[in-house]
């Protein structure tokens, strides 16, 4: 065995060893990596009840609740419609996670992470949407087995099914399209402050949702000509939104599907936020191509979504969409340099990664079309 990895084994049968565990525990020097270790741990094994009382915090709108100030128990469990033990339990649970603020004995008050939530309606659509995360991943080894047929986020997620997409009703698109209409605001911004569109004309939003992405490039450069194409149902709730937010006269939306109809033509600059990674390799290489075809030489493509193994929010690509891509049934999250490889076999070169101020939220990448 290589010596890296016999040091490695070796660490690892120290590290297990009950007897250490004990003495490490023990041992002054050593006892805050002990109990850091220890904490990380119990914090995963936990994780499914801290985000059962989030859960409990957001259907109750504790958050909304306590903006109007500090309450005592018995005051928030009437409006909680709770008996005041149970209020008194779950702010205690809230306080421990830092999602309500203790004042004193019996008073409770918004916390930080609390007010985070207030200021972001997509982080709560989020955690609600997530009842149907949990009931996919009741059983994660089944799903990574490929041996589970019936799945919540795969009836949500309607194009995701064998059907052509694109025969989708209104009806089937509205709980995905609203879902992430909600979660862009928070994503357009980092987009937007991570490449200028100050030098383009026209940018074609690709799988663009709502519009909520153009609506904000339209209205922080007021000289861009926007294009919005999705599936029919789709684009049609894009072309209302660009109505009632007065940008009709710059805003286009056109329904169809990527994978079957040209996209249109004219954009110097075309976007795919939160695509990509919806889809398999051989799909994603498509949209790929479909963008080759709608892009003039020297044009310019932007990725945004989350990737795999970006440092500092690892468990963000790789854990949390990992696993929730693959109870969708489709796509994976990608490293930049395999989305790099893509771009660069279909058509693109100059392929960047640019930062953006919350990783979390998303990366973003830029690439030049090659002629
Ligand atoms: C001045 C004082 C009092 C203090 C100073 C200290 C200070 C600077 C505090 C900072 C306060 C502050 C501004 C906090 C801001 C917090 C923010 C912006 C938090 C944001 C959190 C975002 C979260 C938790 C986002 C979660 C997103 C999720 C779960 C997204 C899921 C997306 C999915 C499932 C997408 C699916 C699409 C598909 C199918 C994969 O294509
Ligand atoms: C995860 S959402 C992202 C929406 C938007 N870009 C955002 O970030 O908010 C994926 C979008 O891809 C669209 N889509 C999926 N398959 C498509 C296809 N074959 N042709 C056109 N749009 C498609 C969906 O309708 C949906 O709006």
Redesign the pocket.
Known sequence: MWLPDRLLTLRNRVLSSPGFQRWAVAFPLTRWIARRRSRQLFDIVAGFVYSQVLFACVQLRLFDILADGVQSTDHLAGRLNLPPEGARRLLRAAVSLRLAEARGRDRFALSELGAAIIGNPGIVAMIEHHAMAYADLRDPVALLRGEVEQRELMKFWT?TGSEP??AAAGSA?EG??EL??D??RL?ASEVLDAYSLKEHRCLL?V???DG??LVAAAKRWPHLRVIL???PA?AERARARFEREGLADRATAIG????RDPLPQGADILSL???LH?HDDRTAQSFLAASCSALPEGGRLLVAEPMSGTRGVEPVGDAYFGFYLLAMGKGRPRTPAEIEQMLRDTCFDRVRQLPTRQPLLTQVMVARRVG
Do not use: K
């Open positions: 194009y997409p694109a698109v995905y399209t992430m209409a979660s862009q994503i939003d799988a663009g949702g909520t992405f194409f999705d599936l789709v169809g599907d990527v994978l936020v939160r695509v919806d």
